[in-house]
């Protein structure tokens, strides 16, 4: 099964940016649907985007626009550029990998995310 690392998280002003990152060991990187998930104190983690293998991208209607998916399938990470951040940002971000062949999910440890003045 494999293992993520998320880095990148931080406390960043309203408007600002930040990019995310996760690091995939364990397992062939290329068999995984990737994504990121968030969440916020009091509510459901939820999905923030997801990037197939092939590099089909999907996203949250709250970060279109605003937020980018990508990975690199020869350094197996996969990575979250969010721009125009506001104080709704405010969560810990999880990356997830769902094993295309089964369905089988991991997590990683999640990055906190503050967007504050």
């Known amino acids: 099964q494999v293992q993520l690392v998320e880095s990148g998280g931080g406390l960043v002003q309203p408007g600002g940016s930040l990019r995310l990152s996760c690091a995939a060991s364990?397992?062939?990187?290329?068999?995984?649907?990737m994504g990121w998930y968030r969440q916020a104190p009091g509510k459901q983690r939820e999905l923030v985007a997801t990037?197939?293998?092939?590099?089909?991208?999907n996203y949250a209607d709250s970060v279109k626009g605003r937020f980018s998916i990508s990975r690199d399938n020869d350094k197996n990470t996969v990575a979250l550029q969010m721009n125009s951040l506001n104080s709704e940002d405010t969560a810990v971000y999880y990356c997830?990998?769902?094993?295309?062949?089964?369905?089988?999910?991991?997590w990683g440890q999640g990055t906190q995310v503050t967007v504050s003045s």
């Open positions: 997830n990998a769902r094993r295309i062949l089964d369905g089988v999910v991991s």
């Open positions: 364990g397992s062939k990187f290329i068999l995984y649907t």
């Open positions: 990037i197939t293998s092939g590099s089909s991208t």
